[in-house]
């Protein structure tokens, strides 16, 4: 059967791969899978036939029989359970690329949303300034040791697993911050996430949605 994932409608970060759709989308172009797209507005994300969905009238959700999921990480780690090419067959190597996945969602991208937060909904809060630099020094102290963690490795436990899926989602929203650039082989790391097949798969039917609005509007 063919799963059917929720989108934005008219994404805030206007086609540039952020929305967390696009680490569903990722997943499934990895494991060959095909899916269906529902776009779905902001209005209709908080009416009652979303939320029956998505309990916190967010996407995406992922909808294949009569299994109803939300939660993009949940999602991804339900994808790569029970398709090929997310998680090594070796059960410590299966359960490292886990550890990572639950790595990038936990202790990585809070600070990183906490930052996209501050810039974007609390910008003219007079604590603002104050605050800032505070979020990047924590951000700062992620990135350092996930650096040297990796070292000149290509990716986080030997080959690419859904854990790299998801650390490399999370560490794109830094990219316009510039914080990124400031750790050279986390950079090189991202690159090769965006360099993948499936990944540009996916990017390139999330930015369409944007596009076709854009001409549409």
């Not at 979020?135 to 854990?163: E, H, M, N």
């Amino acid at each position: 059967m063919t799963p059917t994932i929720t989108a934005f409608e008219s994404s805030p970060d206007r086609g540039q791969g952020l929305a967390r759709d696009m680490r569903v989308r990722w997943a499934l172009e990895e494991a060959g899978q095909p899916y269906n797209v529902r776009l779905v507005s902001f209005k209709a994300m908080k009416e009652p036939a979303h939320r029956a969905l998505h309990p916190f009238g967010q996407i995406p959700t992922y909808e294949e029989g009569d299994l109803a999921l939300f939660e993009s990480g949940a999602i991804v780690f339900h994808i790569a359970q029970h398709r090929a090419g997310l998680l090594p067959d070796e059960a410590n190597a299966r359960a490292r690329a886990i550890t990572w996945m639950f790595a990038a969602l936990n202790t990585v991208e809070p600070p990183i949303i906490e930052l996209q937060t501050a810039k974007f909904q609390e910008g003219d809060k007079p604590w603002n300034a104050e605050r800032m630099p505070l979020i990047k020094d924590r951000i700062r102290a992620r990135l350092d040791d996930l650096s040297v963690r990796l070292g000149d490795a290509d990716w986080l436990d030997g080959a690419f697993s859904a854990g790299d899926l998801v650390m490399v989602h999370a560490l794109l929203r830094l990219k316009p911050s510039g914080m990124l650039a400031e750790y050279p082989n986390l950079a090189a790391y991202v690159a090769r996430g965006e360099a993948r097949p499936a990944y540009k798969r996916a990017f390139a039917a999330q930015l369409a949605v944007f596009t076709g609005q854009a001409q549409a509007g």
